[in-house]
């Protein structure tokens, strides 16, 4: 399984950016796909993570850090394998290296992309 993270870039604040993540090999459902970010000098947070494939209420519902507040969304085309992250409002803060993540729930294996880098600048 590979995942290939993309879309990165330099913005200044209050401007946007769409990431997107293709995975590549075998993913079983259900699984977890997120993205997370670390800044320099800060622990790797979670800024958002959606459902795949599962059968309850939690399926396809993103879930945010508190620290997006409404700004960036998560989505998934599951034909093109793909998931995205759309953020807008940036702000200096959101600078850090952006990872997209796939949690196989069946396997319980956890798969990381590269990272892509955003730096909002002021």
């Known amino acids: 399984v590979q995942l290939q993270a993309s879309g990165g870039g330099s913005v200044q604040a209050g401007g946007s950016l769409e990431l997107s993540c293709v995975v590549s090999g075998n993913i079983f459902s259900p699984n977890v796909m997120g993205w997370y970010r670390r800044a320099p000098g800060k622990e790797r947070e979670l800024v958002a993570r959606?459902?795949?494939?599962?059968?309850?209420?939690?399926?396809?519902?993103?879930d945010y850090g508190d620290f997006v507040k409404g700004r960036f969304t998560i989505s998934r085309d599951n034909a093109k394998r793909t998931m995205y992250l759309q953020m807008t409002s940036l702000k200096p803060e959101d600078t850090a290296v952006y990872y997209c993540?796939?949690?196989?729930?069946?396997?319980?294996?956890?798969?990381w992309g590269q990272g892509t880098l955003v730096t909002v600048s002021s």
């Open positions: 959606i459902v795949n494939g599962g059968s309850g209420p939690a399926d396809g519902s993103p």
């Open positions: 993540s796939v949690h196989d729930l069946r396997t319980l294996k956890l798969y």
